[in-house]
């Protein structure tokens, strides 16, 4: 093939994706609408592609750049003696903190009990995937107002708890749980703590700069052991960016693997991942000092402008938060509306939203779900207007549709509707939610199988 034939490939490719420039998809991207940081992360992006991070000795500029964005990350979360590590991710640092919180309880407690993690039913699945490869248990506590129940927290806690993972904020509702009363808990009983601040810990000191009353997640709070924050959502990095934070030495010690006994080579992984691009890090780091401290408070500004106008555009058409609106989340619901038709009415207009089921045990209803970014504001009255018009819209797909389906078994249907379209994604965890688990998690798999065969 020629290079114009490889190109044209890309270009197809890229003709099935989203734009993601555009402010009408609420999730996976940060877009921030300047083309300059877009420019100095590719050019760093691809200066340091072929540089390896397995390595530090031998690319020297791995160190200045890692010791300057975790030194950056390391500020925000007012950690002076903190220490960390560069990842790909955020599921990654979540899991740089599970192992050494792991290696932490073992060298305390031994290795009789399984240790556990205690966390909110609204934490994220990273911890879920870290607690299986890594050997530990996570124990799912309710919430209360959409944040962590300090009362079940401080129930659960045992001999055998090994971390207490927090949000700021969560995922599904955008809340900051009350990091400084659990803190208390896990303090008294010499228990570690995460905070997961990998969609927060870029946007919410400049919230707070900025004048927002934003609750204490960070290690201002005395109990707090680690803490994760993704470069690559507002820090506006290309993605492969995040940072783990620990409050000694120790704890980072702990999250490392380092083996002395091959013929080979030292090996040593400060991270997960052993070769890996030094690309994303040198991009994370051009960004950074792209825009400084002032340049993320003018955009968080543009987020906290978007907030207000579709929050108060929503409400007008009837919808509340489920939660306290503390964060760039907003979490919206409406009793008289049937939302898995509205978020496909929206995706005809343009919009692509997230659909989200309740937790009818804990009184939080199906609600739709906008991760704003700055590019947002310049679309916040769009929004709005189509949202008004998708609620005259007749639906083509409505709830009843798709629960009639499912309990004909036409779940191959439902796929193909999804496939073409003209069915939301976010309708699957509704759908499973009458399937028990292990069938329910079977079925997906089985799907993804089918999909990329």
Known sequence: MTIDDVLSLLEKAESEDLNPRTGRLFAYVYETGDENIRKVAEKALVRFAEKNLLD???????????????GFARNLMHGDAAVGSFTFGGT???MLAVKAARDYYRKKEGTAEVPEILAPISIHPAFLKAADYLGLKVVRLPVKDAKGDVDAFAEAVSGKTALIALSAPNWPFGTIDPVEEIAEIA????????VDACLGGFILP?????????????F??????????DAHKYGYAPKGASVVLFRDAELKKCSMFVDVTSPGYVFVNQAVLSSRPEGPLAAAFAVIKY???EGYKELASKILSARDKIYRGLKSLGFESVGEVESSVLAMTNPDVDLMGFVNNMKKLGWQLHLQKGL??????????????PVHDGVAEKFVEDAAKALEMEPEVDTKQIYAMAERGEFAEIIKGIEEGRIDSSVIPMLL????????????KNIVVEWFR
């Open 360 to 373: 009818k045990e804990y009184d939080i209803p199906d609600n739709i779900h906008l991760t704003l970014s």
């Open 206 to 218: 400049f919230f707070e700069m900025l004048g927002e009353k934003i609750p204490k997640f960070d």
């Open 220 to 229: 201002r709070v005395e109990g707090v052991t680690s803490i994760s924050l």
């Open 433 to 444: 939610e009458s399937i028990p688990e292990k069938v329910a998690v079977e079925l997906i």
């Open 92 to 94: 990654e640092s979540i």
């Open 56 to 70: 530090f000795t031998v690319f020297r500029s791995a160190v200045f750049f890692e010791k300057e964005v975790v």
């Open 187 to 194: 303090a008294e009983r010499n228990v570690l703590l995460h």
């Open 291 to 293: 825009l400084g401290v």
